[in-house]
């Protein structure tokens, strides 16, 4: 027997949910500091062991595989429950995904950045730094991988997941719609209010397509193409403006 709300509750618990909890206390810790928010830093996918690349390394791609143990259990139980197919995160149309996918990365990009520059002079939000890896062979690999795994572990649980269980739970469109995007938005929030207001829109844009579409695949594709534009165009970039 399929119980959405138990089963919501444990998957959130070892992923977005405990992710959300601890950027709340993030988000508290930085307003109690004596430095104004828009003076602090968010440092994202830093080096762990930088002057010992080899083991850096084996700590950032366990950085990438355990983070999907979540997901793999989401896809599991609706397999159990036959509600996989459902979600549309399949290779029938990987071409038109990814193209769709695309499409929405640059829909949203632009107005994104924007929003977090106006965070950022508003005093809102931190200085957002999401890439601080070492320059080694396999930093951009890493990046790569680190923007597949986020794509797939939040567009599989915070919509596919997400959408199915609390439909199944009597949850209306509406609430379903709006719980998901105010969950993106919560567990961004160690990077201050502007990367909560952003992800909040993002994922009342991204739960609504889905909601038409019911495909998450084109999703998960724009997801990894924002962070891969973030993370590589940050580490190519910073180095060479004061932008950031």
Known sequence: MVRPGVEVLLVLGLSLGQSAVYSVLSLAEKLTRPVPLSQQTTTMN???TPDRPWLDLSYQLAGIVFPLVPALLALYLLRLSFDRGQIGL???RPGRDAVVGLAIAAGIGLPGLALYFGARQLGLNTNVQPANLGAEWWTIPVLIGLAVMNGVLEEVIIVGF???RMRQAGWLPAAVLLGSALLRGTYHLYQG?????GNLAMGLIFGWLYLRYKRVGPLVAAHI???LVAFIGYALVAPYTDWF
């Open 46 to 48: 830093s080096s762990v």
């Open 90 to 92: 399949d290779w029938t």
């Open 162 to 164: 997400w959408f199915t």
């Open 193 to 197: 209010f502007g990367g909560f207001v």
């Open 225 to 227: 193409v924002l962070d």
